[in-house]
């Protein structure tokens, strides 16, 4: 697990299903060229770099991750090709994940101790 995801999981609380649900209605974070902007397709994506967050095969590790249209989404987890520099798509989800990680803060879902 990376040292930032570590100091994370240390100093906060937090319980997966309200990050889960927090999503809903929210603007997509990521903002591909052709992402779709619309809050109702909006979910909480995890990382796509499972290793920096504890995760897995058929787990997600720590609620680290970007709120994400159905389209970015599908970008950032394979499921669509595109001809995108997979780099730029990287640098890309992690800005949402900044973004979206901020605004989990600001709402109190995720609390420093």
Do not use: N
Not at 89 to 111: A, N
């Amino acid at each position: 697990m990376d040292l930032l995801a570590q100091k994370i999981h240390r100093l906060t609380r937090y319980d997966i299903s309200k990050v889960m649900t927090t999503a809903k209605g929210e603007d997509c974070q990521i903002r591909l060229p052709d992402c779709c902007h619309d809050p109702e397709t909006t979910v909480f994506a995890h990382l796509s770099s499972k290793r920096l967050i504890g995760g897995g095969t058929a787990t997600k590790g720590k609620p680290i991750g970007s709120y994400a249209c159905h389209r970015c989404h599908d970008v950032i987890d394979g499921r669509v090709r595109t001809d995108f520099d997979p780099e730029w798509v990287w640098q890309l989800e992690l800005e949402g994940c900044i973004r979206t990680m901020s605004m989990l803060f600001d709402k109190g879902v995720l609390i420093v101790k």
